[in-house]
């Protein structure tokens, strides 16, 4: 499990189609480092900040979410310039954090400062609440002990910021506009907690007071959310997708979007019999992703390849199927199929005269993934390997140079003086593919 959790934290981690403020991944361009006291603005937030906190004040860096820094510009009143805001805990024996806006007027003045008793900041978003046209700050105000956190939003008014208190805690929170009004709402995703089931909430701004807009139930049996995605989940339709960790060898995705005509937060994919997500659990650590770059949140299905039960199969050992989801018919809609090499960080497309057809076997020790083709006994049940169809191994630089053990291979790509190298052992075999479609299907993980 602790490969897998490792796993969890590199996999597919690409750019879904963001609003708001997103939490599964870092765009390095969206973060934001503290200020050092080397020019003048930064010299004049420093000082107003120590007659705020006190010279022994310690910056607090937000735990999660696109937003990393103790000190975040942003433009929150609508006049197209930066202000800056600042988390940090008091020099003096005060308990709980608290965050200090700033605003340039010739120089940097407080526009309003707030204590929270939270332990730390969990994360912190920015959406235009109330369609006034000015981003709200939302924070997630979290604590170490209990693993919750609740949330406060802050907004520019008459010259100062406000806060507003929102009595909801969640696990997991986002910013976006889910509903299509052109307005951005808050949601957030608890896993259970004592007698408190597992729930999902969207929250909107009306008239200065926080309202539900809509709550769906989620999977009971998840414990935390490995990955978090907003997004498009099919040509028209925005929505939300949580990958969530049930056991050590569970995870399930459930899919949360905002059905316009119904006035309803949906989760299709909730069986309110078993309380869970039950169609897409599976026994590999891969999460949902945009996984063909068509700008559409692709939801992976995985099957055993013949030949493997449950309890000794590998995560090579698993067909994974990304689709999309038609929420108007409520159906999936395959769009590739792959076998998935963790360990080694990359994936390998199956073209669609595999499927059923062929098995694999990934050994470790050499570092080689062999695909064979698939006899079936006849009538369905059962089966043995066939011919080897394909092999992918992976060799050092210097062993591919010195040529030892690369007979019959051809290079797929190089790597951190690695070589990705390729055989076709049985060429004559109608399921053989062509060294060009080998290259073609073969991919590495992107772990940037």
């Not at 050092?36 to 937000?62: C, H, V």
Request: proline share 3%; hydrophobic share 35%.
């Amino acid at each position: 499990m602790k490969r897998k959790i490792a796993v969890l934290a590199v996999i597919f981690l690409t750019a879904a189609v963001l609003s708001g403020c997103s939490f599964a991944g870092l765009n390095a361009q969206t973060l934001m480092h503290a200020p050092r006291p080397t020019g003048e603005n930064e010299a004049d937030i420093q000082s107003l900040l120590e007659q705020t906190g006190g010279s022994g004040m310690t910056l607090k860096y937000p735990e999660t979410g696109g937003y990393r820094s103790a000190i975040i510009t942003h433009d929150l009143c609508g006049d197209k310039t930066q202000e800056a805001m600042a988390f940090y805990q008091k020099g003096d024996d005060s308990l709980g954090i608290s965050v200090t806006f700033m605003q340039k007027d010739g120089e940097w003045k407080n526009i309003g400062t707030f204590s929270n008793p939270a332990t730390q900041v969990d994360r912190v978003c920015f959406g235009d609440l109330n369609g006034d046209g000015k981003d709200e700050v939302v924070v997630g105000w979290g604590s170490s002990q209990n693993n919750t956190a609740s949330i406060c939003v802050y907004y520019f008014q008459n010259g100062r910021m406000a806060e507003l208190k929102l009595d909801q805690g969640y696990t997991e929170m986002a910013v976006a506009d889910f509903s299509g009004d052109g307005q951005d709402e808050i949601f957030t995703a608890s896993v259970t907690v004592g007698d408190q089931p597992a729930a999902a909430h969207l929250l909107r701004l009306k008239s200065g007071a926080v309202e539900v807009m809509g709550s769906a139930p989620l999977d009971t049996g998840v414990t935390q959310y490995a990955s978090v995605k907003t997004g498009l989940v099919n040509e028209k339709q925005f929505g939300i997708v949580l990958d969530g960790v049930k056991n050590a060898n569970n995870m399930v995705t459930e899919l949360l979007y905002w059905d316009k005509n119904k006035k309803m937060l949906e989760a299709p994919f909730y069986d309110p019999a078993t309380k869970s997500a039950k169609s897409t659990e599976r026994s590999t650590s891969v999460v949902s992703e945009d996984i063909n770059g068509d700008k559409i949140l692709e939801i992976p299905l995985v099957t055993l390849m013949p030949g493997y039960s449950g309890s000794t199969a590998g995560e090579a050992d698993y067909l994974t199927s990304w689709h999309r989801y038609d929420t108007q018919t409520n159906t999936f809609i395959r769009v590739m199929s792959m076998v998935i090499d963790y360990a080694d960080g990359y994936w390998f497309s199956v073209p669609d005269m595999w499927r059923g057809k062929i098995t694999t076997k990934l050994d470790p020790a050499t570092r080689t993934l062999t695909f064979y083709q698939w006899m079936a006994s006849a009538g369905g049940e059962g089966g043995v390997r066939g011919p080897e169809l394909l092999k992918i191994e992976i060799f050092t630089t210097q062993g591919w140079v010195s040529g030892k053990g690369t007979g019959g291979f051809f290079r797929l790509t190089s790597k951190d003086k690695l070589v990705f190298a390729a055989s076709i052992p049985s060429p004559r075999n109608s399921l053989s593919l062509t060294q060009e479609e080998i290259r073609g299907a073969f991919k590495l993980i992107d772990q940037e």
